[in-house]
């Protein structure tokens, strides 16, 4: 998958806001995905396609955003931490945020092609900086993560 200029630009920004060194130093090692970019007409409709068995992340994007947000709006809006196995295309995370009840999203990924894809698409900086974001690589836990989820 080739980014473009501005796309790698993004990327760096985000990698730059990550507390995680470890998951920092991963990122920067891939160099191609077995995932390929879907795009679709509504810019909330991103969407990846695993190459290896031509399988997609997301059956319905905008559906499947929309059932998490009324899901998580209804039953969870005053939790001020928020736990997520899979990182998906990162708009769920991106939209809970602006709760400001929800101080963290901590999400575990084991395949961190996708946050190396999503890292070329949407900024994350922000929430990453100020750590409402934490994003963990469930293969590499270290002590360090569980310091920085406890803190």
Not at 28 to 55: A, C, H, M, R
Not at 90 to 111: C, R, S, T, Y
Request: hydrophobic fraction near 40%.
């Amino acid at each position: 998958m080739t980014f473009a200029p501005t796309q790698k630009e993004l990327f760096n920004k985000n990698i730059e806001a990550l507390s995680n060194l470890y998951l920092k130093e991963s990122l920067k090692e891939i160099k191609s995905s077995k995932f390929e970019l879907v795009l679709g007409k509504d810019n909330l409709d991103i969407n990846l396609k695993d190459t290896s068995d031509n399988t997609f992340l997301y059956e319905n994007v905008i559906d499947e955003l929309n059932s998490m947000l009324n899901t998580y709006n209804d039953k969870y809006l005053l939790y001020p931490v928020l736990y997520f196995y899979g990182f998906g295309n990162g708009i769920l995370f991106k939209a809970l945020l602006q709760n400001k009840n929800h101080q963290h999203i901590v999400v575990f990924e084991k395949d961190i092609e996708i946050i190396w894809i999503m890292f070329h698409i949407l900024d994350f900086s922000s929430e990453l900086q100020s750590a409402r974001l934490m994003i963990l690589e469930n293969d590499k836990l270290q002590t360090q993560d569980y310091t920085e989820l406890c803190s």
